[in-house]
């Protein structure tokens, strides 16, 4: 006789299994994960309340003003600038900039006049900023003009080759050709600089959540029901996310705890130009009452760094807007870590 119909899953997918079609029922459905994750009720005392923040912004000063020992050097390369290496007679396959006659530099700085460039490129960082800004925009665009002359009046702009920063005429119109570059570097400084503070803003239609919104889900992870969190299970995805798991529903530091799998607590970032959106592992509230967001994360990477920032500036927006009680971010480096953390926090 044949053999009975086998199935696979692609992609999710069922499909038959050759070498039979199956029958006219079709394959059947692939198997449901068996453990239901859900707030539980009787543990209402562990619920976790947090804002939900869109985005934080910065209010400044209405005088902006940089700490010029804390603003990094800017190297502008002359080949690398587009108006001018395309003059360039090309040696050994490269825009040669230091062969570019003194009378086609001295056209280039008549048409791409330094004052009028600095106006134009400081009114389009004003577009960037101009949501923390509350003074008027020509006041802005005043200030930014009169920083950005100050930065390339200094030594913080070093121009390469170096004929090309011993020469003004030539220097300077290197520097007016990278405008847009200087005054992105010094809008980066002035902002932080600048900051008088940072404030939350809140979803209009749920400026709250909680624990006890998450819709139930199912689950085939391993996973261990808690103590001391209103989830009733905790879902594993690694060792150290149990061990964790372990010292916060045990640990006297810890009044409630939830992993931040499924509650929709996220925090905006920007990565490369890009908006992402980060999601640390757990949120616990202390014995002492303050509120620790608790990220477990072993290698440091340029993307975790920016996360993790934007997480301090959360941190300090919710804190700066005092509604919420105190909240806190570490993160571990290690499983060992998580103890130090808890006696740190509690202090």
């Known amino acids: 006789g044949l053999f009975d119909p086998e199935y696979v899953n692609i992609f999710g997918v069922p499909f038959t299994f050759l070498p039979h079609e199956g029958n006219d029922d079709g ?32 209010i400044l000063h209405p005088t902006l003003e940089i700490d010029w020992t804390k603003v990094d050097p800017l190297t502008l390369n002359a080949a690398q600038t587009a108006r001018v290496a395309e003059l360039a007679p090309v040696i050994e396959g490269k825009p040669d900039v230091t062969r570019i006659s003194r009378i086609e530099l001295e056209r280039l700085a008549r048409e791409f006049r330094q004052q009028r460039i600095i106006f134009e490129t400081a009114r389009d960082v004003f577009d960037q900023m101009k949501g923390a800004w509350r003074g008027s925009r020509e006041v802005l665009l005043a200030q930014l003009v009169r920083l950005v002359e100050k930065f390339v009046a200094s030594d913080l702009i070093k121009v ?18 990278s405008m847009s570059r200087v005054v992105q570097h010094i809008a980066r400084s002035v902002e932080q600089a600048s900051a008088e503070r940072l404030v939350p803003v809140f979803d209009s239609e749920r400026p709250i959540r909680s624990t006890a919104d998450m819709p139930t889900w ?5 996973c261990e029901y808690t103590q001391k969190s209103h ?15 372990y010292v916060l529903d045990t640990s006297d530091s810890v009044a409630a705890w939830v992993k931040n799998d499924h509650l929709g607590f996220e925090v905006v970032y920007i990565f490369r130009g890009v908006v992402r959106k980060y999601r640390p592992d757990f949120l616990i509230r202390l014995s002492t009452g303050d509120m620790l967001v608790l990220e477990t994360k072993g290698k440091q990477t340029d993307e975790t760094r920016a996360k993790h920032a934007a997480m301090q500036e959360w941190v300090e927006a919710v804190n700066t807007h005092g509604g919420f009680g105190t909240w806190r971010f570490a993160v571990a480096a290690q499983p060992a870590d998580i103890h130090d953390i808890l006696a740190d926090a509690n202090d």
């Open 27 to 58: 394959p059947p459905p692939p198997p449901t994960p068996k453990t239901a994750v859900f707030p539980d009720p009787a543990k209402a005392e562990y619920e976790i309340i947090w804002p939900n923040v869109v985005r934080v912004e910065r």
């Open 231 to 245: 989830i009733n299970v905790c879902v594993y995805d690694s060792t150290w996310e149990a061990s964790d798991a």
């Open 160 to 177: 390469v080759p170096l004929a090309y920063h011993n020469d003004e005429l030539r220097k300077r119109l290197i520097i007016t050709l």
């Open 218 to 222: 199912y689950t085939g992870k391993p």
